[in-house]
């Protein structure tokens, strides 16, 4: 967690998730985004789940993102219990590469919406980088630090490969 007050709460699966999430919430400190993140299970700890989800919004909460794997329940069982949108970031795993875990948060029933990233640590990086562009909506400090991601991102790119 780091220190400004948390507007962006990562929610994950399982500890086993964190190797790829820890990439959501450095990005998220790299652009002072607020951000706190919990272990929380669907189903291995739904009492859980439903307290955080429930009260996300009123402690100050403005987007979720819930990385899960598997049967992927995270982040549309937490879109069920809030109004604040909710970016999920579906795992890798060992059946169909997480593609399953992927078409799982894709597939909400109409009225629900979960935003879905892409496979592994390039969706959770970008899961950071949605978040903060929805906080920049009414944060100009966060739209600013977004706006010098992107410049230091393109100047980083060779206009020719090495050795041309
Ligand atoms: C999901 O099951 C978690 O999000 C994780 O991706 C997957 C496996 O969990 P572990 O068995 O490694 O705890 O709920």
Not at 56 to 76: D, E, N, S
């Amino acid at each position: 967690m780091n220190s400004s007050a948390p507007v962006v709460g990562i929610i994950i699966g399982s500890q086993s998730d964190w190797d790829v999430m820890r990439h959501c919430q450095e990005t998220l400190e790299k652009l002072g985004v607020g951000c706190e993140t919990r272990i929380i299970s669907a189903h291995r700890t739904p009492r859980r789940l439903d307290e955080y989800a429930s009260n996300a919004k009123t402690r100050g909460l403005k987007v979720i993102i819930a990385g899960a794997g598997m049967a992927a329940a995270l982040p549309g069982s937490a879109a069920a219990l809030t109004p604040l949108p909710v970016l999920g970031v579906p795992m890798e795993g060992k059946m169909m590469g997480g593609l399953d875990a992927m078409l799982a948060m894709i597939q909400m029933p109409g009225g629900v919406p979960v935003g879905t990233l892409g496979l592994g640590n390039a969706g959770a990086k970008n899961a950071a980088l949605l978040a903060a562009a929805i906080i920049a909506l009414s944060d100009e400090t966060v739209a600013q630090a977004l706006d010098a991601f992107r410049e230091e991102q393109t100047n980083a790119v060779p206009e020719t490969p090495p050795g041309d």
